[in-house]
């Protein structure tokens, strides 16, 4: 669907085709900021993890919701990221630029104040509540908008990356921050909910 301009009607150029190019553009430049700082964290022996990763009920680990989405433990977990992060983030963006920023803000900070309150003793890091986040608004936006459309391509992405859900699970691995996958999630819900075109105005 596509995002009217403050004027009631679809920007002037604002076809699918330049959101498409422009989601890509978006997408693809987060995501090699991504490698970017996994690189030098790397070479710092992942340093930035200890400084910068999500530390549970720490006064001054509030902050860290702010950065430990951008950190990963390992080039291998960011690479396990990329993939669903690119496609969610790329559909996200194809309804706009306003739908992408709110979807991708409630999956950030809700991911990283449940981690913050409820989350284990280690340090946090990695994208991994974005993807959860970005999955479940695609899967929840299409019932709250009614939109024919957008249930079908909800139904498409359960069947292919649904089992990805047992993630928010605190007993499928204990490897995992499902505290961040369940904060992500409950994000993209309340994005969908709040970008309802359904929804009393």
Do not use: C, K
Not at 72 to 95: Q, Y
């Amino acid at each position: 669907m596509l995002e009217p301009s403050g004027g009631g009607q679809p920007g002037a150029g604002d076809t699918p085709a330049v959101r498409a190019r422009r989601g890509l553009l978006v997408v693809g430049s987060f995501v090699v900021l991504l490698y970017l700082i996994e690189i030098v964290n790397t070479v710092m022996l992942h340093a930035l993890n200890r400084t910068f990763g999500l530390r549970p009920r720490s006064l001054d680990g509030i902050l860290d919701i702010l950065t430990f989405p951008l950190l990963h433990a390992s080039l291998a977990h960011l690479m396990s990221n990329t993939l669903p992060l690119v496609i969610f983030g790329f559909l996200v963006f194809l309804s706009g630029r306003r739908v992408f920023i709110t979807a991708l803000a409630a999956s950030w900070l809700a991911s990283g104040i449940l981690v913050w309150l409820i989350g284990g003793t280690s340090v946090t890091v990695g994208a991994s509540g974005l993807v959860f986040g970005l999955f479940s608004f695609l899967l929840v936006r299409g019932f709250f908008n009614r939109s024919w459309w957008q249930i079908v391509l909800s139904v498409v992405l359960f069947m292919a990356y649904g089992g990805i859900l047992f993630g928010v699970l605190p007993t499928v691995a204990s490897f995992v921050s499902w505290q961040a996958h369940l904060g992500g999630a409950i994000g993209g819900v309340v994005a969908a909910l709040l970008l309802s075109t359904r929804r009393p105005r």
